[in-house]
T-cell receptor, first 114, second 110 residues
């Protein structure tokens, strides 16, 4: 079955530290890959997406993600976290044979220590 | 962002009330979606509309009734809801594989 796994429910980092949020997906074919961020009580904002080409993609707010086919992973990174990055982060995938149905991971809540 | 708007942002209703949630997209997209986000549960896709036609209904109870009069507007009509229907209801739109979300309506059913 198609699935997306975010193994970390919570992550706490200090402000200024680097960040990596993990995402793995099942299924053989390469999907379209997305990262969304959700601040408390808000909707989901698209951070970045990967369809093809360069496996390192840049997004908004200084985030980047790297697609690794061999590991079925699409991890999100940021070199220096700001307090305003505290939010919940969702990895999501679309498989072309699913009529663009978006499959979400369960989310990772990021807490930032001052 | 004003690409996808939702009203109201907050709603409190009793179990016997009838209310509607509204979503409007200004992005020229052809597909619109309703999602439910409950505490400690993953996002649940409820309905999908493509060119005003419903293409997906994920076994949603009939007390939720969607309406898509045109490609820019999507409604979710609510009646005789249960307390467990309290959640954040998110609308999204897309023209292909990338979905853009509205800010959501926080619904509380008493």
């Amino acid at each position: 079955a198609q699935s997306v796994t975010q193994p970390d429910i919570h992550i706490t980092v200090s402000e200024g530290a680097s960040l990596e949020l993990r995402c793995n997906y099942s299924y053989g074919a390469t999907p379209y890959l997305f990262w969304y961020v959700q601040s408390p009580g808000q909707g989901l904002q698209l951070l970045l997406k990967y369809f093809s080409g360069d496996t390192l993609v840049q997004g908004i707010k200084g985030f980047e993600a790297e697609f690794k086919r061999s590991q079925s992973s699409f991890n999100l990174r940021k070199p220096s976290v700001h307090w305003s990055d505290a939010a919940e982060y969702f990895c999501a995938v679309v498989w072309m044979d699913s009529s663009y149905k978006l499959i979400f991971g369960s989310g990772t809540r990021l807490l930032v220590r001052p | 962002e004003t690409g996808v708007t939702q009203t109201p942002r907050h709603l409190v209703m009793g179990m016997t009330n009838k209310k509607s949630l509204k979503c409007e997209q200004h992005l020229g997209h052809n597909a619109m979606y309703w999602y439910k986000q409950s505490a400690k549960k993953p996002l649940e896709l409820m309905f999908v509309y493509n060119f005003k036609e419903q293409t997906e209904n994920n076994s949603v109870p009939s007390r939720f009734s969607p309406e898509c009069p045109n490609s820019s507007h999507l409604f979710l009509h609510l009646h005789t809801l249960q307390p467990e229907d309290s959640a954040l209801y998110l609308c999204a739109s897309s023209s292909a594989e990338t979905q853009y979300f509205g800010p959501g309506t926080r619904l509380l059913v008493l």
